[in-house]
């Protein structure tokens, strides 16, 4: 596995040695000891995946405290923007963000360390994501902002008049309201 550092500190892209024959291709997605060589020391404890259309906006999502997740991500299906936020207070990349296009295609995967918020838009016509998180999901410690907050100016290489995105995230709140999340 390739470990590629970007420019915030903690997000890693995680490319694969795929190999390839006339049946297809083989890669391990996630190997500890290689994940822990590189820095990455995570216990991951629940792998959740889901499917969406194109222009589909998930996030920016994250937990809060001692329910903060750690996450690694990927595409199955498909190809989507995937970004994540520092919103790390006192860090010199707070409000920063990274934005990756994982696709089934490239096999990357993106690792998001704990105190960031993630989200991905969907530039395919559908796309199968799944992703590995560290902490159990704690409905009292979710936390999100809008995804389209100018204060970090994310390009989701959406038209806004193709996005679809739920209630919950379009009335979120800004960067302005991200609490001290420990």
Same mark, same amino acid.
């Given at each position: 596995?390739?470990?590629?550092?970007?420019?915030?500190?903690?997000?890693?892209?995680?490319?694969?040695?795929?190999?390839?024959?006339?049946?297809? &291709?083989?890669?391990?997605? &996630?190997? $500890?000891? $290689?994940?822990?060589?590189?820095? +990455?020391?995570?216990?991951?404890?629940? @792998?959740?995946?889901?499917?969406?259309?194109?222009?589909?906006? #998930?996030?920016?999502?994250?937990?809060?405290?001692?329910?903060?997740? %750690?996450?690694?991500? #990927?595409?199955?299906?498909? =190809?989507?923007?995937?970004?994540?936020? @520092?919103?790390? #207070? *006192?860090?010199?990349?707070?409000?920063?963000?990274?934005?990756?296009?994982?696709? %089934?295609? =490239?096999? #990357?995967?993106?690792?998001? /360390?704990?105190?960031?918020?993630?989200?991905?838009?969907?530039?395919?016509?559908?796309?199968?994501?799944? &992703?590995?998180? @560290?902490?159990?999901?704690?409905?009292?410690? $979710?936390?999100?902002?809008?995804?389209?907050? /100018?204060? +970090?100016?994310?390009?989701?290489? +959406? /038209? %806004?008049?193709?996005?679809?995105?739920?209630?919950?995230?379009?009335?979120?709140? *800004?960067?302005? @309201?991200?609490?001290? =999340? *420990?």
């Amino acid at each position: 596995m390739n470990f590629i550092k970007t420019e915030i500190d903690g997000v890693v892209i995680v490319e694969p040695r795929v190999f390839t024959d006339a049946r297809g &291709y083989f890669f391990e997605s &996630y190997n $500890e000891a $290689e994940f822990v060589k590189n820095g +990455i020391d995570c216990r991951f404890v629940q @792998d959740n995946q889901s499917k969406s259309c194109f222009g589909v906006i #998930r996030g920016l999502h994250c937990q809060l405290g001692e329910h903060s997740q %750690a996450k690694l991500v #990927r595409v199955l299906e498909g =190809n989507v923007l995937d970004v994540a936020v @520092d919103i790390r #207070r *006192g860090s010199p990349t707070f409000g920063k963000h990274v934005a990756v296009e994982l696709s %089934a295609e =490239n096999q #990357r995967q993106l690792f998001i /360390p704990r105190h960031f918020l993630h989200g991905f838009a969907v530039l395919s016509e559908t796309a199968v994501f799944a &992703y590995k998180v @560290d902490n159990f999901y704690c409905k009292e410690a $979710e936390f999100g902002i809008r995804y389209d907050d /100018p204060e +970090i100016g994310i390009d989701w290489k +959406i /038209p %806004a008049d193709k996005v679809i995105t739920s209630e919950k995230d379009r009335i979120a709140k *800004g960067l302005k @309201d991200v609490p001290d =999340n *420990g």
